[in-house]
């Protein structure tokens, strides 16, 4: 029985040698911060809502404030999702945006902040006709 209970020790042991390691060290940094990483994560939504007027051209779809439109702050790609009457659309472009490129419609929006190279601007990825 001893021989077991001395055994059971010196096994304990290497594993904490082991842990103690550059490389053991070097993963549990990475686990620890892995865990904070998603911590943080969890709290915070990168999806946004606003109410917006919208110009909707052939080539182009602006978005800016109700109260200013066409200070085009809200980058609209010509296929996104949306959805009407409670219809999701996972592509196309938006019925409540057809191409006549004449004056604004006010729709509902869900943006997040995108930036490239110094450059940000708030994308859109959903609207809500």
């Not at 191409?99 to 929006?109: E, I, K, L, Y």
Request: aromatic share 6%; net charge negative.
């Amino acid at each position: 029985m001893d021989q077991q209970a001395s055994r059971g020790h010196d096994d304990a042991t290497r594993l904490g040698d082991r842990l103690f390691t550059p490389i053991g060290i070097a993963v549990a940094a990475l686990l620890l911060g892995l865990v904070i990483g998603f911590v943080f994560a969890q709290g915070r939504s990168h999806m946004h809502e606003a109410n917006v007027a919208c110009m909707s051209a052939v080539g182009a779809i602006s978005c800016g404030p109700l109260d200013s439109p066409g200070q085009g702050e809200y980058g609209v790609p010509l296929d996104v999702a949306w959805t009407k009457d409670g219809v999701f659309h996972s592509d196309g472009r938006p019925d409540c945006l057809p191409p006549t490129g004449r004056g604004t419609v006010q729709v509902q929006v869900t943006w997040t902040e995108v930036e490239t190279g110094g450059t940000s601007w708030k994308q859109v990825v959903g609207v809500h006709c």
